[in-house]
């Protein structure tokens, strides 16, 4: 259709924000990589060779990589299970809004909440965190879930991305899962198949796009994960992950190159699941 | 028969309630904490002021209106607001405006212009702080609404336009036919035609560009870090926590305070909130 050149008009404003904010301060970035903590001398790759040799940072990738394993392992198959459990039950709508509610809050709220959970008193001490009420309600020690490395503190503040995630999961697949027709599980069951197998050989390969699609974005968010690390434990005891090492580079050491570098890698490692999403994007489309 | 089949689905409405339960409990425990004086707070959990009904009239609003008027966290409330809405709209307006053009201008190059908006997607906040910081220093919008606002608008625009462009796109080409034929400009037809058909879409974007603004800490601790006066909630409540952070009577208040907005777009707009989430979640 022919409306004119005044294209460039509507074009303007978008372009000069994205140039100015996106692809001008990313090239630079890339540039800054190779030089030192101030941007004055050119270093080569020595950022790089750093930032995969430093202790820090080979801890903060051994954090995003229990991440990525715990943390999406949990988020997609919880959400699968709810999404198929809550299809049986009439108050599925309640169950949904309270699974779903932590996506509307800030991850600094959630890091108030649950460092709450997880407060930590001496023996003596009435608890006030709920968790370590529990555990001395049944007669153990009170433990110090932040502190505990490597394991204990990890998996608490991974646990806090599941509470937050699980939700979106949950109604990405359930979406997906009232879209399977009715009639090919009614036909296995008359079969015989028991319900094990009609999730097995029915449900799941229906479902496998789209669970796909939940994965990588799981994937992607545990790549820059920072706010959660940042609040609850600033990266402290052995808990940094690699977008936080960034900050940390960037306001802590005012080492421009290094958190530079840093940066790059994150965009490197995110780029081939964004891809990949932003591909399969329609199966989300498809679901609304 | 009935009840066989209430027999057999027992574990599924079991398992269903304790993980509600399980999920709800963290937050509850913050909702009732806000409200307990601090000797309180600190000498039994909160489970026991919801058990023990002697308890009720201890509990006491001298949290919130300690953080709203003591803490900051008034002033932040009120900056949180002075962020997310200009920023939302400009966002919203940039990005319609461009999206319709994408959709319905021929030019050379319109498709490679919008697989490279599309790519955009793909990059991570990190790769733009330090630049765009260097920047706002230069020409002192460092701890300004209006850096800011800029700064989330041209975060939030690739997904914004490829939103926008996917709808309009789909819209039927009689429409701007017959409007052409009535004399209409593409302008006219943009704001009488496209903007009215596309307030689903919109709301959507909108409530997600809102949502992502106001819960958003890196990018207000980047470029309003150290400028207390304009710092929103997010960002006071990290302040409060490094500096309060064993005065759990404050920190639950100030925490509820950040979740209030939130809470009711979530509750009152769900529909639009769940798909503004989806269609997000691939924001890089």
């Known amino acids: 259709m022919n409306m004119g050149r005044a294209h460039w008009l509507y074009l303007a404003p978008a372009l000069l924000l994205l140039g100015v904010f996106l692809v001008y301060p990313s090239a630079e970035t890339i540039r800054l990589s190779f030089f030192g903590p101030r941007s004055e001398t050119f270093v080569g790759v020595q950022n790089y060779v750093r930032a995969f040799t430093s202790r820090p940072m080979l801890i903060a990738f051994r954090n995003n990589l229990l991440w990525l394993g715990v943390f999406t392992l949990f988020t997609v198959g919880m959400g699968l299970v709810l999404a198929v459990l809550l299809d049986r039950v009439r108050y599925e709508a309640v169950i949904k809004s309270v699974i779903f509610l932590p996506m509307a809050i800030s991850y600094v709220a959630a890091g108030v909440i649950w460092r709450f959970v997880y407060a930590f008193r001496p023996a003596v001490a009435p608890q006030i965190g709920l968790l370590n009420a529990i555990v001395v309600g049944l007669g153990g020690q009170p433990v110090g879930w932040l502190i505990e490395r490597p394991w204990v503190n990890n998996i608490a503040l991974i646990v806090v991305g599941v509470w937050v995630w699980t939700g979106f999961c949950m109604v990405i697949i359930s979406a997906a899962y009232k879209g399977i027709p009715r009639e090919m599980q009614e036909a296995a069951r008359i079969d015989g198949a028991n319900e094990w197998q009609v999730f097995r050989h029915v449900t799941i390969p229906f479902l496998k796009s789209t669970l796909a699609v939940v994965t990588t974005t799981m994937i992607v968010f545990v790549l820059k994960v920072f706010d959660i690390v940042y609040m609850m434990t600033n990266g402290a005891y052995d808990t940094d992950v690699i977008a936080n090492r960034m900050y940390n580079e960037m306001f802590q050491f005012s080492n421009y190159g290094m958190a530079s570098a840093i940066a790059v890698i994150l965009f490197l490692a995110i780029i081939p699941f964004l891809v990949i999403n932003v591909r399969r994007f329609r199966v989300q489309e498809a679901v609304r | ?284």
């Open chain 2, 1 to 284: 028969m009935k009840r066989k089949l209430l027999l057999k689905r027992l574990p599924v409405h079991l398992i269903v309630i304790a993980l509600a339960v399980v999920w709800l409990a963290p937050s509850l425990g913050l909702l009732v904490s806000s409200f307990r004086p601090r000797q309180d707070l600190l000498s039994s959990g909160w489970w026991t002021a919801v058990i023990t009904p002697s308890q009720w009239s201890r509990f006491t609003t001298a949290n919130y209106r300690d953080v709203l008027t003591q803490q900051g966290m008034g002033r932040a409330f009120l900056n949180s607001f002075l962020i997310t809405v200009p920023t939302t709209l400009i966002t919203l307006t940039i990005a319609a405006l461009a999206a319709y053009a994408l959709a319905w201008m021929n030019f050379r190059g319109r498709q490679l212009l919008l697989m490279t908006v599309i790519g955009l997607i793909v990059i991570p906040l990190q790769m733009t702080l330090i630049p765009v910081l260097r920047m706002f220093n230069a020409f002192r919008l460092s701890g300004t609404f209006p850096g800011i606002w800029l700064a989330h608008a041209g975060y939030g625009l690739p997904l914004m336009i490829y939103l926008l462009r996917n709808f309009f796109g789909a819209l039927p080409r009689e429409l701007f036919e017959s409007a052409f034929i009535d004399g209409a400009t593409p302008f006219r037809a943009f704001v009488r035609l496209v903007l009215p058909l596309s307030v689903p879409v919109l709301a959507s974007a909108a409530i997600f560009q809102f949502l992502w603004v106001w819960n958003d800490l890196l990018v207000a601790l980047v470029y309003l870090g150290g400028f207390e006066e304009v710092a929103p909630l997010t960002l006071r409540l990290s302040l409060l926590v490094g500096s309060r952070g064993q005065d759990w009577h404050l920190l639950t208040a100030a925490a509820f305070v950040s979740m209030i907005v939130p809470m009711i777009v979530f509750l009152s707009l769900q529909r639009y909130f769940v798909r503004g989430i989806l269609a997000g979640a691939i924001k890089g």
